[in-house]
Nanobody, 123 residues
């Protein structure tokens, strides 16, 4: 398993940017697909983006495509989510997740989860 800790959340005005980081510990990070999910109050957790073992390929939710970019640095055991042109509807708790070896965008398939970081976008 991989232990995950997210950081970088905060309050930002609409149109602004934030970069989330997820620091991982554990041997299997470089062998894990890394994903970002989010959950707004009263809503189900939804897929945001995933990045495969070596940094490509990447997959995105249609709702954030062309605004968010996922990347990873295996040497630093860290995965990032660069969020640009933020909208109020992007307000949510953002979670980092790890899935050993296989590719998936389904939350239930991921093996390890962080505790989340709050992102609030004001209008």
């Amino acid at each position: 398993q991989v232990h995950l800790v997210e950081s970088g959340g905060g309050v930002v005005q609409a149109g602004g940017s934030l970069r989330l980081s997820c620091a991982a510990s554990g041997r299997s990070f470089s062998s894990s697909q890394m994903g970002w999910f989010r959950q707004a109050p009263g809503k189900e957790r939804e897929f945001v983006a995933v990045v495969d073992l070596g940094g490509t390929p990447t997959y995105y939710s249609d709702s954030i495509k062309d605004r968010f970019t996922v990347s990873r640095e295996n040497a630093k055991n860290t995965v990032y989510l660069q969020m640009n042109s933020l909208l109020p509807e992007d307000t949510a708790t953002y979670y980092c997740a790890a899935k050993y070896l296989t590719q998936t965008t389904i939350a239930a398939d991921f093996d390890s989860w962080g505790r989340g970081t709050q992102v609030t976008v004001s209008s």
